[in-house]
Every structure is written in C-alpha cells, then in structure tokens.
Nanobody
Framework: QVQLVESGGGLVQPGGSLRLSCAAS????????MGWYRQAPGKQRELVAA???????NYADSVKGRFTISRDNTKNTVYLQMNSLKPEDTAVYYC????????????WGQGTQVTVSS
C-alpha cells in the first residue's frame, strides 16, 4: 500500500507565500523520485518541480527562482516552498512519487488547492 497526502494549500494574495507538504506512506521513501504537478481548470496537468532520490532538482521555467522543492527522508516528506505567488499559479497541486528499479511505478496524491487572488 502506497499513499501520498498533500497539505498546505489555501488562499493567498499576490506576492505571498505558501509551503506545501506531501507525506508518503512507503517502505523505503529514499528511493523515490518525487515531484509537484499542478492543474488549473480546463488545462492539462503540468510539472512544477521535481527532486530525485539523489536530491537533484529541476523546475518549470514559470516558477524558477520563486519555488523550491526539497525532501526530508527521515520524515518521508517532500515540500514545495512557493514565494512571490502570482494569480497564474492558481491550480490544484499534486504530489507524485516515482519508483524505479525492478518494478517501476508511479503514485499520485489527491491534490491540494492553491488560490492566488486579491
């Protein structure tokens, strides 16, 4: 059984900040690559940020310099620190876990709503 649970979403004003968390119920969290995706109404889900098991990161151009992804393997948790938020960041944010090795498989959280509005 694998479960990803996001939290930390909410309503913020433009220029504000939020920190999203994703808690993973897995046996060996450290072997998973983790990522944050988002989906706005009427649009396809897109990658926001990703972090590998080796802690290397990559970001969508639209959030580069504003968002930071990190992980704490002792807590089985991945974070997304979002600063200088813009209305265009409004979306449901989803956590994803990617297990490689002999039995590769992807897992998705249920999503958390982020709304940036004055």
């Amino acid at each position: 059984q694998v479960q990803l649970v996001e939290s930390g979403g909410g309503l913020v004003q433009p220029g504000g900040s939020l920190r999203l968390s994703c808690a993973a119920s897995v046996i060996i969290f450290s072997i998973y690559a983790m990522g944050w995706y988002r989906q706005a109404p009427g649009k396809q889900r897109e990658l926001v940020a990703a972090i590998t098991s080796g802690a290397s990161t990559n970001y969508a151009d639209s959030v580069k310099g504003r968002f930071t992804i990190s992980r704490d393997n002792t807590k089985n948790t991945v974070y997304l620190q979002m600063n200088s938020l813009k209305p265009e960041d409004t979306a449901v944010y989803y956590c994803r876990g990617d297990r490689g090795g002999s039995f590769p498989r992807n897992y998705w959280g249920q999503g958390t709503q982020v709304t940036v509005s004055s």
